[in-house]
């Protein structure tokens, strides 16, 4: 069965600060990875996902998530925060073969961004 | 509609009761998944639906949930005997599917039901 860890429930840091998410997941087989934001009182929002091919992905606002199979971690990365981006961050997992094709969550990281 | 809708937006209700959810998804998306957000949970994937049918239903924790699909739109999610350990957020999200595969086809979520069983 496949699992998402992420490894921080809370992330403080100050404006335009660089930040990193920390995302490990488990599967014996090939996987898609993903993150999705859920700004405060607002549905979850696609900020990228991984199926294949280059292992640096880009997605909106400005962030960017690098997959490593040899380590099974997917960290979502932004240079430099925005009070904006406070909200909470939830790495998922899909197995794109048969069976249950259903987004496996992790507990989510609640990125708080400072003055 | 521009995306997903959820009614109600919230609702409160007593231990015992039936309570009904409903998600209207984008015009057109064929597939349509619920899930749920608790504290300490997390997200757990309750059921999806593919048109008016429901391949996988792994994620409905008891027998007191059900969900339904009528006219590949609207989908009704229903929770008999309400018990406490049911207040969450319930979330509902669909996508078009015109890869073929849900894994790769964007889930769009809606802004979700948040139910408090008292």
């Known amino acids: 069965a496949q699992s998402v860890t992420q490894l921080d429930s809370q992330v403080p840091v100050f404006e335009e600060a660089p930040v990193e998410l920390r995302c490990n997941y488990s599967?014996?087989?090939?996987?898609?990875l993903f993150w999705y934001v859920q700004y405060p009182n607002q549905g979850l929002q696609l900020l990228l996902k991984y199926l294949s091919g280059s292992t640096l992905v880009k997605g909106i606002n400005g962030f960017e998530a690098e997959f490593n199979k040899s380590q099974t971690s997917f960290h979502l990365r932004k240079p430099s925060v925005h009070i904006s981006d406070t909200a909470e961050y939830f790495c998922a997992v899909s197995v794109p073969q048969g069976g249950s094709e259903k987004l496996v969550f992790g507990k989510g990281t609640k990125l708080t961004v400072n003055p | 509609g521009a995306g997903v809708s959820q009614s109600p937006s919230n609702k409160v209700t007593e231990k015992g009761k039936d309570v009904e959810l409903r998600c209207d998804p984008i015009?057109?998306?064929?597939?349509l998944y619920w899930y749920r957000q608790s504290l300490g949970q997390g997200l757990e994937f309750l059921i999806y639906?593919?048109?008016?049918?429901?391949?996988?239903k792994s994620g409905l924790p008891s027998d007191r949930f059900s969900a339904e699909r009528t006219g590949g739109s609207v989908s009704t999610l229903t929770i008999q005997r309400t018990q406490q350990e049911d207040s969450a957020v319930y979330l509902c999200?669909?996508?078009?599917?015109?890869?073929?595969?849900?894994?790769?086809?964007?889930?769009?979520f809606g802004p979700g039901t948040r139910l408090t069983v008292l």
């Open positions: 639906f593919q048109g008016n049918s429901a391949p996988d």
């Open positions: 015009s057109g998306h064929t597939a």
């Open positions: 599967s014996s087989v090939s996987v898609y």
């Open positions: 999200a669909s996508s078009f599917l015109f890869s073929g595969s849900h894994a790769t086809d964007t889930q769009y």
